[in-house]
């Protein structure tokens, strides 16, 4: 079973910073795209930023510029920092990945718990 821990939200002021990590346990063969969505109350999910295989990134319009994507396989782990915090990025963070089995060898998306951010003063 594959299983996708966060860590790294909380209550920040407009314009202050906050990294975000997601650390993957369990038996895992081996990772395609990472990615973070967010979830803001009243509002669907929307995806954040994603990062694939190749490393190629992808961003929502509303973080360009500011928010930062990155992985590394070996740690199992992804993280986003964000930066310039505004209160409308206030949400409920999620991290997501695709991940092949190293039980039955099936790829299957994952997503954690999720972390709250807070962009408030």
């Known amino acids: 079973q594959v299983q996708l821990v966060e860590s790294g939200g909380g209550l920040v002021q407009p314009g202050g910073s906050l990294r975000l990590s997601c650390v993957a346990s369990g038996n895992i063969f081996s990772f395609s795209t990472m990615a973070w969505y967010r979830q803001a109350p009243g509002k669907e999910r929307e995806m954040v930023a994603s990062i694939k295989t190749g490393a190629t990134t992808n961003y929502a319009d509303s973080v360009k510029g500011r928010f930062t994507i990155s992985r590394e396989y070996n740690q199992r782990t992804v993280w986003l920092q964000m930066d310039s915090l505004r209160p409308e990025d206030t949400a409920v963070y999620y991290c997501?990945?695709?991940?092949?089995?190293?039980?039955?060898?099936?790829?299957?998306?994952?997503w954690g718990q999720g972390t709250q951010v807070t962009v408030s003063s």
């Open positions: 997501y990945m695709e991940a092949v089995s190293a039980i039955d060898y099936i790829k299957a998306p994952y």
